[in-house]
């Protein structure tokens, strides 16, 4: 795998405000990265800089393995802000506007439209769009070139959960084509669903980073409870995908087959006339300390 993105050191002050404080990182081609940090922890302010977009105070950051930035910007296809799409002019207009910014011929425009779900709607006119929609086609904008990375902030912000399942699937496919994906958010269930790797930032700085399945997927520990807790320990462990049963002082911790979900457990209970009064994943304790992280630094900056 060779590298795509490597930062070493990055700071960006603003006065005595540290945004980006002694950032180091590596993206390997191929990845899709998540930067992981509440509001205000630098992530904007760090895409802005490995953009060229934001001027650094210090440090290194190097696309490609090469220091000549106006050949490697070409590679990238970013969104850090909504692009001023002419709101009177249908969605295929709009893209052959930028394919000519970019000097690039219009054939790519069409299976631009078809990736991001807008072909139906390509005559339609911008302005009409729900804002998911808009957001895809951004999206398509910035694929337009046929870019080998993408870099994403915030894609799913102020959308609905249809609006956010749709931006999610779509990551996936472009990553399934092999392209590399930087992408900033402050939801931590973003990054589980569709980061291959991932750091958290705090106050601008990278304070733990890893791969997703490792660290943050890796809890399959259910707790259960009924009034019960004895018959319900005798059910469970006649149930054939149990694993592992621990019995703790209110609820039993259980531990099911990886193919195996909470719904067959709770059919297969219900059907032994037993009634849940409690049943919940349990998160891993490096998860309940981004969570507390991410939490305690939110309160600082409300
Ligand atoms: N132009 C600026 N002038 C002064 N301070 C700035 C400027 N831009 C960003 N900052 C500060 O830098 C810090 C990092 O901001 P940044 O926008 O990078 O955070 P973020 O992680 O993207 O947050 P969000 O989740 O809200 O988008 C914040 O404290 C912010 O107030
Ligand atoms: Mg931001």
């Given at each position: 795998m060779s590298e795509i993105l490597s930062i070493e050191n990055l700071v960006k002050d603003y006065g005595k405000i540290k945004a980006v404080n002694k950032l180091s990182m590596e993206v390997e081609e191929g990845s899709v990265y998540g930067l992981l940090g509440p509001n205000g922890s630098g992530k904007t302010t760090t895409l802005g800089i490995i953009l060229d977009v934001i001027k650094k105070t210090s440090g290194k950051y190097n696309w490609f393995g090469s220091t000549s930035s106006s050949e490697s910007r070409k590679k990238i296809g970013a969104i850090l802000e909504v692009p001023a799409f002419y709101p009177h002019l249908s969605a295929r207009r709009n893209l052959r506007i930028i394919t000519k910014i970019k000097g690039k011929g219009a054939d790519s425009i069409d299976e631009v439209l078809k990736l991001v779900n807008l072909h139906d709607r390509k005559d339609d006119p911008?302005?009409?769009?729900?804002?998911?929609?808009?957001?895809?086609?951004?999206?398509?904008?910035?694929?337009?070139?046929?870019?080998?990375?993408?870099?994403?902030?915030e894609p799913t912000n102020g959308l609905d959960p249809q609006g956010i399942a749709e931006i999610r699937k779509l990551i996936l496919q472009v990553a399934g084509q092999g392209k590399t994906i930087l992408l900033a958010s402050h939801l931590l269930d973003e990054v589980q669903k569709v980061c291959t790797h991932f750091i958290v930032l705090n106050k601008g700085r990278g304070i733990y980073s890893g791969l997703v399945d490792e660290v943050l997927n890796t809890s399959n520990t259910i707790e259960i409870a009924s009034k019960d807790l004895q018959k319900l320990s005798k059910a469970v462990k006649e149930f054939s995908h149990l694993n592992s049963l621990e019995?703790?002082?209110?609820?039993?911790a259980i531990q099911l087959n990886n193919s195996v979900d909470t719904h067959a457990l709770n059919t297969f209970l219900i059907e032994k006339g037993i009634v849940l009064t409690h049943l919940a994943i349990r998160k891993s304790s490096l998860e309940q300390k981004f969570l507390k992280i991410l939490e305690e630094s939110d309160d600082q900056t409300v």
């Amino acid at each position: 795998m060779s590298e795509i993105l490597s930062i070493e050191n990055l700071v960006k002050d603003y006065g005595k405000i540290k945004a980006v404080n002694k950032l180091s990182m590596e993206v390997e081609e191929g990845s899709v990265y998540g930067l992981l940090g509440p509001n205000g922890s630098g992530k904007t302010t760090t895409l802005g800089i490995i953009l060229d977009v934001i001027k650094k105070t210090s440090g290194k950051y190097n696309w490609f393995g090469s220091t000549s930035s106006s050949e490697s910007r070409k590679k990238i296809g970013a969104i850090l802000e909504v692009p001023a799409f002419y709101p009177h002019l249908s969605a295929r207009r709009n893209l052959r506007i930028i394919t000519k910014i970019k000097g690039k011929g219009a054939d790519s425009i069409d299976e631009v439209l078809k990736l991001v779900n807008l072909h139906d709607r390509k005559d339609d006119p911008f302005r009409t769009f729900s804002l998911g929609m808009k957001q895809r086609l951004a999206i398509g904008a910035a694929l337009i070139s046929n870019p080998p990375v993408l870099i994403l902030d915030e894609p799913t912000n102020g959308l609905d959960p249809q609006g956010i399942a749709e931006i999610r699937k779509l990551i996936l496919q472009v990553a399934g084509q092999g392209k590399t994906i930087l992408l900033a958010s402050h939801l931590l269930d973003e990054v589980q669903k569709v980061c291959t790797h991932f750091i958290v930032l705090n106050k601008g700085r990278g304070i733990y980073s890893g791969l997703v399945d490792e660290v943050l997927n890796t809890s399959n520990t259910i707790e259960i409870a009924s009034k019960d807790l004895q018959k319900l320990s005798k059910a469970v462990k006649e149930f054939s995908h149990l694993n592992s049963l621990e019995e703790e002082k209110d609820l039993l911790a259980i531990q099911l087959n990886n193919s195996v979900d909470t719904h067959a457990l709770n059919t297969f209970l219900i059907e032994k006339g037993i009634v849940l009064t409690h049943l919940a994943i349990r998160k891993s304790s490096l998860e309940q300390k981004f969570l507390k992280i991410l939490e305690e630094s939110d309160d600082q900056t409300v």
